[in-house]
């Protein structure tokens, strides 16, 4: 009789262990997913933000804005950067064109960073033309790197046939491990 109890006690035992073994699982791919969908909402956010910032970028008073001026990045990693152009003059001007150019800390340009704008996908826009206090924002900057040392580097981009001449701002890129 002593052994039929010892027998209906492991298979209880043996139960319940089943038992907190099938919650524990279901709980941890619940948990799982509310980190995936935690993890959707914020890469969401984060496009939403850059959004507005682009349309905010449309009201300033600069004639050239680029947000942000400055970022960090991993080797062989991508990341953009938005751009506004505006026309502060008081007549229309035509024409209007940006140019980016990447280079190394130091001035000496640089084959393995490549800066590009995402309207023409080179290093030069397409050419606007810009009423009074009107401009172009949410001109992306795409920045790739493709082997670079780690460091400071930067993609100078320079706007042409302004009101007030030409623009030049810099978008600094630290790459870093």
Same mark, same amino acid.
């Given at each position: 009789? &002593? ?17 907190? *073994?099938? *919650? ?17 909402l ?18 300033? &008073?600069?004639? %050239? @804005? ?19 152009? $505006? ?8 024409? %209007? ?6 280079? @190394?800390?130091g001035?000496?340009?640089? &084959? ?13 826009? $397409?050419?606007?033309?810009? $009423? ?8 992306? %900057?795409?920045?790739e ?14 706007v042409? $046939? ?9 978008? *600094? ?5």
């Amino acid at each position: 009789m &002593d052994k039929k109890a010892a027998v209906e006690l492991s298979m209880t035992t043996i139960i319940i262990i089943v038992i907190g *073994i099938t *919650i524990l699982s279901l709980g941890l791919v619940w948990i799982r997913s509310v980190f995936s969908d935690v993890g959707e909402l914020t890469s969401g956010a984060f496009e939403q933000g850059e959004t507005q910032i682009a349309e905010i970028f449309g009201g300033t &008073d600069q004639p %050239v @804005a680029l947000s942000p001026s400055e970022t960090k990045m991993s080797q062989g990693e991508t990341t953009t950067a938005t751009l506004a152009i $505006n026309n502060l003059g008081s007549i229309q001007v035509s024409g %209007v064109y940006a140019e980016v150019e990447a280079k @190394a800390f130091g001035g000496a340009a640089t &084959d393995t960073l490549v800066c590009a704008f995402s309207d023409t996908l080179s290093g030069k826009t $397409n050419t606007y033309s810009l $009423n009074s206090g009107k401009g172009i924002s949410g001109l992306k %900057v795409l920045v790739e790197d493709q082997g670079s040392n780690l460091g400071t580097y930067a993609c100078v981009i320079t706007v042409y $046939n302004l009101p007030d001449g030409t623009e030049t701002t810099s978008l *600094i890129i630290n790459i870093e491990s």
